[in-house]
C-alpha cells in the first residue's frame, strides 16, 4: 500500500496579473520505505509538489493522501497534527530555531508531541549520538558548521519517528563531502528505521542516492525511474 | 525546555531593541507610580488642610443652611446630636458651631466680620486653627467675653492682644445683638479672605449675645480617615436625632475643593494616558518588528507541527515577560523616588501662595497608597498585553508556505 498517493493534481499560483501553473495534473505514488527523489530544474514543481505532500499548502485540483487522510478533508489543525505525527522536513536552510541548543532543537518536536522528559532527554541524545554529535548536543546553530546543523535537522526530523522525511534541497548548502556523509545518514535511517525519504533536489549526489528518481518539467512528471 | 525559556530567550535576541523597550515601561511605570502617589498625597494634603480647617469632614445643618445661611436655620437640640455621633465608629472628634455676621468695631474703625461660636477644648480636636495662633492665645472652655482673631482683621480694625472690641448684630429672635469683647490671641492661617474676616468667641457667649436659646448652626465632624466621610453620613441619616436635618460631606461643603481636585485629575489622566500610548507604540514596534524578522521561522515551526496559537502564546509570553521586567523595575523605582520625595518634600515654588488658598503648605509630599502603587502598572500591563496581542494575532492568519517564503 503506497504511503503517498497524489491524484490528478494541479496547482496554480497567481503573481499580479501572470498566472503561473507550477503543477499540472500530477499523479504518482511512494511505497514505505522508499528513497526518492523529486528532480528537475528549477521552476519545474518539486518544492510545490514536496510542500503539497508535507501539506503545508493544498492542490487547486486532485487529491493528495498520506497515510490513507485526504488533506482537502482535513482542517488546517488536523492537518498541523499529522504534520506532527507523520512527517519530518529537512530544510535547504536548516531551519534550526537559533536561540536553542542542538538539543532544545531536537527536543522542540518531543515536546509539541507531549513525550515525557525522561524518555524525550533519552531520544534526544541517541538521535543525537546516531547522527555524529556527540559532544555537541549544548551548542546552539550558530556555533555549528553548515554539515552540522543539517544533522540536527535530520536529528529533529526523525527523532519523532515519522513515516516519511521530506528533505528541500538538503544538500545545497553544503560542500559535496559533507553532503555526501549527510545522505549517507538519511540512508542508513532509511534502511534501518524503514523511513520513506522524499527529496526535492537538483543535486546529482542526491539522484545517485537515490532508489527511485522521479523526474518533473514544466509542472509534469517527464520521467519515474527506479533503480532496482 | 519549555516555552517559557524559549519566549525568554527570544526576548534577547534583540538586546538593544528589548532593553528600549523594558526601558519605556520602566519609565513610564515609575512616572505613574510617583505621579499617582504624588497626586493622590497632594488631594489629601488639600483636603485634609480644608476640612481641618474650616469644614471638617462631615457636617450636620438644618434644611437649606448650606445653600443660604440664616441665623434662624439652626439645630435645635445640638448637644443631643453631638453625643450621638460622637459615639459613632469612625467619627473621630466633633463639636458645635454657630455663626453669624456681624459688625466689630475697634477705637477707630469698624468692618464687618464673621463670627463663630465654638467650643475650645472641642475646637482643638477638629480645627487647624488653635495650632495657627500667632500672638497671645486660643479661647479656653472657662472664658467668656473673649474672642481670638484673624490677624489680617485685627489690623484693619487696628486693635491687638488685650484691646476691646464691640460687635453689633442681629439675633436669632430679630433683637438686636451687641457686646464687648476682649482680643486675647491673634491667629494667621495663610488664608487672607480667611484671616481677613473671622473672628472666634465661646459658644456660650454666641448662645447668649446672639440669643441662639441653645440652638446652633453645624455639627462638625473629623472622620478617622477621610474614605469614612460617606459611611458615617450614611450612619447618621436615619437617626431619630437627625430627622429634618441635613448630612453633608466634605465635598458638597466644599464644592469648589472637588472641583479643582477634578479637574487637576483630568489634567492628570491626558498626560498620563499620552504616557501609556507612548509606551504602546513602542511595544507595537518592537513586536510588529519580531513578527516581520520571524515570520520564516513561524512558517518552520508550523511546518514542522506547531499550532498558530501556541506561537500566540509564545508571542504573549515573550510580551508579558518583557512587561513583567519593567513592570518590577518601574515599580520599584517609582516606590522608591516616591518615599525620598515623601521624606524630603517637594517644593511649590510660586505654586505656594495657590497652595496657601487651601491651607496646604508650600511643600507637598508624595503619599504612597495601595491604589497609587497599584493603577499605573496594571494600566500598563493591559495596555501592553492587548499591544502584544494586536501584531500576535497575524500568525494565525499566515500559511507556513508563504511564511517560509519570507526573508
Given at each position: 500500500m503506497p504511503i503517498v498517493e497524489v491524484k490528478a493534481v494541479s496547482k496554480i499560483y497567481h503573481q499580479g496579473k501572470i498566472i503561473f501553473k507550477a503543477l499540472d495534473n500530477v499523479s504518482l505514488s511512494i511505497g514505505k520505505g522508499e528513497f526518492t527523489a523529486l528532480a528537475g530544474p528549477s521552476g519545474s514543481g518539486k518544492t510545490t509538489l514536496l510542500n503539497l505532500i508535507g501539506g503545508l499548502d493544498l492542490p487547486d485540483s486532485g487529491k493528495v493522501i498520506l497515510e490513507g487522510h485526504d488533506y482537502r478533508k482535513m482542517s488546517d489543525g488536523k492537518r498541523a497534527d499529522l504534520r506532527l505525527e507523520s512527517i519530518g522536513f529537512v530544510f535547504q536552510s536548516y531551519n534550526l530555531i537559533p536561540v536553542l541548543t542542538a538539543a532544545e532543537n531536537v527536543e522542540y518536536i518531543l515536546r509539541l508531541q507531549k513525550v515525557n522528559k525522561p524518555e524525550r532527554l533519552e531520544r534526544v541524545r541517541a538521535i543525537l549520538d546516531e547522527v555524529g554529535l556527540q559532544g555537541r548536543h549544548n551548542s546552539r546553530p550558530d556555533e555549528l558548521s553548515g554539515g552540522q546543523q543539517q544533522r540536527v535537522a535530520v536529528a529533529r526530523a526523525i527523532v519523532s519517528n515519522p513515516s516519511v522525511v521530506l528533505a528541500d534541497e538538503p544538500t545545497a548548502n553544503l560542500d559535496s563531502k559533507t553532503g555526501e556523509k549527510l545522505l549517507d545518514l538519511m540512508k542508513k535511517m532509511n534502511e534501518e528505521r524503514q523511513v520513506t525519504f522524499i527529496f526535492a533536489t537538483h543535486d546529482r549526489m542526491v539522484m545517485d542516492f537515490a532508489e527511485r528518481i522521479i523526474s518533473l518539467h514544466d509542472g509534469k512528471v517527464a520521467d519515474d525511474q527506479k533503480k532496482r | 525546555?519549555?516555552?517559557?525559556?524559549?519566549?525568554?530567550?527570544?526576548?534577547?535576541?534583540?538586546?538593544?531593541?528589548?532593553?528600549?523597550?523594558?526601558?519605556?515601561?520602566?519609565?513610564?511605570?515609575?512616572?505613574?507610580?510617583?505621579?499617582?502617589?504624588?497626586?493622590?498625597?497632594?488631594?489629601?494634603?488639600?483636603?485634609?488642610?480644608?476640612?481641618?480647617?474650616?469644614?471638617?469632614?462631615?457636617?450636620?445643618?438644618?434644611?437649606?443652611?448650606?445653600?443660604?445661611?440664616?441665623?434662624?436655620?439652626?439645630?435645635?437640640?445640638?448637644?443631643?446630636?453631638?453625643?450621638?455621633?460622637?459615639?459613632?465608629?469612625?467619627?473621630?472628634?466633633?463639636?458645635?458651631?454657630?455663626?453669624?455676621?456681624?459688625?466689630?468695631?475697634?477705637?477707630?474703625?469698624?468692618?464687618?466680620?464673621?463670627?463663630?461660636?465654638?467650643?475650645?477644648?472641642?475646637?482643638?480636636?477638629?480645627?487647624?486653627?488653635?495650632?495657627?495662633?500667632?500672638?497671645?492665645?486660643?479661647?479656653?472652655?472657662?472664658?467668656?467675653?473673649?474672642?481670638?482673631?484673624?490677624?489680617?482683621?485685627?489690623?484693619?480694625?487696628?486693635?491687638?492682644?488685650?484691646?476691646?472690641?464691640?460687635?453689633?448684630?442681629?439675633?436669632?429672635?430679630?433683637?438686636?445683638?451687641?457686646?464687648?469683647?476682649?482680643?486675647?490671641?491673634?491667629?494667621?492661617?495663610?488664608?487672607?479672605?480667611?484671616?481677613?474676616?473671622?473672628?472666634?468667641?465661646?459658644?456660650?457667649?454666641?448662645?447668649?449675645?446672639?440669643?441662639?436659646?441653645?440652638?446652633?448652626?453645624?455639627?462638625?465632624?473629623?472622620?478617622?480617615?477621610?474614605?469614612?466621610?460617606?459611611?458615617?453620613?450614611?450612619?447618621?441619616?436615619?437617626?431619630?436625632?437627625?430627622?429634618?436635618?441635613?448630612?453633608?460631606?466634605?465635598?458638597?461643603?466644599?464644592?469648589?475643593?472637588?472641583?479643582?481636585?477634578?479637574?487637576?485629575?483630568?489634567?492628570?489622566?491626558?498626560?498620563?494616558?499620552?504616557?501609556?500610548?507612548?509606551?504602546a507604540f513602542s511595544i507595537l514596534n518592537t513586536f510588529f518588528m519580531a513578527i516581520f524578522e520571524r515570520t520564516r521561522e513561524f512558517g518552520v515551526l508550523m511546518s514542522i507541527g506547531t499550532k498558530p496559537m501556541r506561537l500566540v502564546k509564545l508571542m504573549l509570553l515573550e510580551s508579558m515577560a518583557m512587561t513583567s521586567i519593567g513592570l518590577v523595575t518601574g515599580t520599584i523605582l517609582g516606590i522608591a523616588v516616591t518615599l525620598i520625595f515623601s521624606h524630603y518634600g517637594i517644593s511649590m515654588g510660586d505654586s505656594g501662595e495657590l497652595m496657601a488658598q487651601y491651607g496646604i503648605a508650600d511643600r507637598l509630599y508624595p503619599h504612597l497608597s495601595l491604589a497609587s502603587v497599584t493603577i499605573g502598572p496594571v494600566i500598563i500591563a493591559v495596555v501592553t498585553f492587548i499591544t502584544a496581542l494586536v501584531p500576535a494575532m497575524k500568525i494565525p492568519r499566515m500559511r507556513p508556505v508563504e511564511a517560509m517564503r519570507a526573508c
Open positions: - | 525546555m519549555g516555552d517559557f525559556l524559549l519566549a525568554w530567550r527570544n526576548i534577547w535576541r534583540n538586546t538593544r531593541r528589548s532593553v528600549l523597550t523594558i526601558l519605556a515601561i520602566v519609565f513610564a511605570t515609575s512616572l505613574l507610580v510617583f505621579m499617582l502617589s504624588f497626586q493622590f498625597g497632594a488631594y489629601d494634603d488639600m483636603i485634609d488642610s480644608s476640612v481641618r480647617l474650616s469644614t471638617g469632614h462631615l457636617q450636620i445643618q438644618a434644611q437649606g443652611y448650606q445653600d443660604r445661611p440664616n441665623i434662624r436655620k439652626v439645630i435645635e437640640n445640638p448637644n443631643r446630636l453631638l453625643a450621638m455621633v460622637t459615639r459613632l465608629a469612625g467619627v473621630e472628634d466633633a463639636s458645635i458651631r454657630s455663626e453669624t455676621f456681624a459688625l466689630a468695631a475697634g477705637p477707630e474703625r469698624s468692618r464687618g466680620i464673621m463670627i463663630t461660636g465654638v467650643i475650645p477644648d472641642n475646637e482643638t480636636g477638629i480645627s487647624s486653627l488653635p495650632g495657627q495662633i500667632k500672638s497671645g492665645r486660643y479661647l479656653l472652655n472657662e472664658d467668656s467675653g473673649v474672642a481670638v482673631i484673624g490677624s489680617l482683621a485685627a489690623k484693619r480694625l487696628q486693635i491687638d492682644i488685650g484691646d476691646e472690641c464691640t460687635l453689633l448684630g442681629q439675633g436669632r429672635d430679630g433683637s438686636v445683638a451687641a457686646t464687648i469683647i476682649r482680643i486675647v490671641g491673634l491667629y494667621r492661617t495663610g488664608i487672607d479672605e480667611f484671616d481677613r474676616t473671622t473672628m472666634q468667641i465661646p459658644l456660650s457667649d454666641f448662645d447668649s449675645v446672639f440669643s441662639m436659646a441653645g440652638g446652633a448652626h453645624r455639627l462638625v465632624m473629623i472622620a478617622d480617615h477621610l474614605a469614612d466621610a460617606g459611611r458615617i453620613a450614611t450612619a447618621v441619616r436615619p437617626a431619630p436625632e437627625a430627622t429634618g436635618l441635613a448630612v453633608l460631606t466634605w465635598d458638597q461643603l466644599s464644592p469648589g475643593l472637588k472641583q479643582s481636585i477634578k479637574l487637576d485629575l483630568v489634567g492628570g489622566i491626558i498626560m498620563y494616558a499620552i504616557l501609556v500610548i507612548v509606551v
